[in-house]
């Protein structure tokens, strides 16, 4: 005698909500149990699609077709986070599409991630303009990121940005994408420059009101002369790896509480150790306290 599936039988949205519960890659694996399992996981309010590396176009279009079906199956149903990872020849006329639909999702977070190709990514800013929702955008990998200078207001709900490996198309777009965020909170920065590579960034510039936490990691070294300027009035939290830069410039944070230092250049040093004078919980490293 063949037991009913009394699983199967209850309603989508309860069937979601308990796929939910599971780790992510246990709940995208359901969808081999049966038809009825088939497209629930594109329901679920986080999604996950990573490309994998494709060597034929008939490979190419099934990852586009594949996101393409699963948020067509979801209409307009709030997406909590998406995440995207894309391998070479993916295409990013299909990725713009594809973001223009998770933000009539009203998406919360949303994470790009892109190969190492400089290639000079499309990013829709307008798009972006009206999303309220978003809250925490990521993007990674060696891809030119070109902000347009003339934005006042690029995200109007963005509280947290990490950015990680980006190449930005000229010095100035690291700082018009930051003066773009009017509620900014939270901003990682770690930047890797290899190969002799360089992210065409020499001044890391951070304008912001608004923002409480930064963090920055400039691990790798480089002949170039780098400047740091940060002018956050409201910095709460710092915490700084820089083997980089050789020039700061930190206007004083009277809200600061809490920085963790660790620069390995001469100049730096001193010129940070001034601007801490609020905190109540320091830590520097050898280097730092040498200088």
């Known amino acids: 005698m063949v037991k009913a599936d009394l699983i199967s039988r209850l309603h989508d949205a309860l069937l979601i909500q308990i796929m939910s519960l599971l780790p992510l890659p246990d709940a995208q694996r359901t969808q081999i149990l049966s038809k009825r399992w088939k497209n629930l996981w594109a329901l679920l309010p986080i999604l996950h699609l990573v490309m994998p590396f494709c060597w034929t176009a008939e490979e190419i279009n099934r990852f586009h077709d594949l996101v393409d079906q699963a948020l067509d199956l979801r209409g307009n149903m ?33 994470e790009l991630r892109f190969p190492a190709d400089r290639f000079t990514v499309r990013f829709c800013w307008d798009l972006f303009k009206t999303c309220t929702t978003l809250v925490s955008l990521t993007l990674r990998g060696e891809f030119v990121l070109n902000v347009p200078h003339e934005a006042e207001m690029l995200f109007p709900g963005l509280k947290k940005v990490n950015l990680i490996s980006i190449v930005y198309c000229c010095n100035k777009c690291f700082k018009n ?13 770690e930047r890797q ?28 070294c480089v002949n170039e002369i780098l400047r740091v300027a940060i002018s956050a009035p409201n910095l709460e939290y710092l915490r700084v790896l820089d083997f980089m830069s050789s020039d700061y410039s930190l206007s004083k944070p009277s809200a600061l509480t809490e920085a963790h230092i660790n620069v390995e250049q001469a100049n730096p040093g001193p010129q940070i150790v ?18």
């Open 78 to 110: 709030p997406i909590q986070r998406f995440y995207l990872c894309c391998s070479k020849n993916c295409s990013y006329d299909r990725v713009s599409g594809w973001l223009r639909k998770v933000v009539q999702c009203k998406v919360q977070e949303l």
């Open 177 to 189: 994408l930051i003066c773009g965020c009017l509620v900014l909170e939270e901003l990682f920065v």
């Open 193 to 220: 420059l290899l190969n002799g590579l360089f992210d065409n960034m020499d001044t890391f510039e951070v304008i912001s009101t608004s923002l409480k936490t930064l963090r920055v990691s400039f691990a790798l």
């Open 274 to 291: 001034r601007c801490l004078t609020s905190v109540k919980i320091l830590t520097l490293n050898h280097r730092t306290l040498m200088v």
